[in-house]
């Protein structure tokens, strides 16, 4: 069993749609990253979130920590094919702040 | 800039087999890390070096060994391979608590 649990595990959706990701845990993170990856190469930083409660913005994409620091969610508006990748969210676990734990991931397909 | 430079590849081995993996960042960063990568486990993490001379189990460490030979390097090593084994293998590096990781392109690992 993983510390993060991302759902869906699977997104395949239309140009123009909107999505959420989900990423859970029961435990209480310091602090949560969320990362793209394409494939042959390694995940990309997107955002960091720090404070419980706190929302980020991307362009599109809108990222949101859990009040209680547990929890975090992606939402992408009016995808477009070049959102299409792995999404990965990863915590610093139990205040060993060096200690970078990954979720399961979602994978997202856009279609043009 | 190179950033961080994994070698080799690819790599298959046999049962029983052992083998290093290498990994050097030219970033000067603190941290450095070692995940595994399977289909729908996201990214587990191996091994970590907070700094240089110290070493830490993460979420899979055993049949893995690590080495933190300088601030650059940081080595991986499968004393006896086991087909459970095959993956791809991802190196990371940070600089301060809460950076981004940067990752290297991956070491695809095939045990037969």
């Known amino acids: 069993t993983q510390l993060l649990e991302q759902s869906p595990q699977f997104l395949s959706i239309q140009e123009g749609e909107n999505l959420t990701v989900y990423c859970n845990s029961s435990?209480?993170?310091?602090?949560l990253q969320w990362y793209r990856q394409e494939p042959g190469e390694g995940p990309v930083l997107l955002v960091t979130?720090?404070?419980?409660?706190e929302v980020k913005k991307l362009k599109r994409l809108t990222f949101q920590f859990g009040d209680a620091r547990k929890d975090s969610s992606l939402h992408i508006t009016a995808a477009q094919p070049g959102d299409t990748g792995l999404y990965l969210c990863?915590?610093?676990?139990?205040?060993?702040?060096?200690?970078?734990?990954f979720g399961t991931g979602t994978l997202l397909a856009v279609q043009p | 800039n190179a950033g961080v430079t994994q070698t080799p590849k690819f790599q298959v081995l046999k049962t029983g087999q052992s083998m290093t993996l290498q990994c050097a960042q030219d970033?000067?960063?603190?941290?450095m890390y070692w995940y595994r990568q399977d289909p729908g486990m996201g990214l587990r993490l191996i091994y970590y070096?907070?700094?240089?001379?110290?070493?830490d189990k993460g979420e899979v460490p055993n049949g893995y060994n690590v080495s933190r030979l300088n601030k650059r390097e940081f080595s991986l090593r499968l004393e006896s391979a086991a087909p459970s084994q095959t993956s791809v293998y991802f190196c990371?590096?940070?600089?301060?608590?809460?950076?981004?990781?940067?990752f290297g392109n991956g070491t695809r690992l095939t045990v037969t």
């Open positions: 990371a590096s940070k600089t301060f608590i809460g950076s981004p990781l940067h």
């Open positions: 435990s209480v993170f310091s602090s």
């Open positions: 979130v720090v404070t419980g409660g």
């Open positions: 990863a915590g610093y676990y139990g205040g060993a702040t060096n200690k970078l734990i």
């Open positions: 970033m000067n960063h603190n941290s």
């Open positions: 070096s907070a700094s240089e001379g110290t070493t």
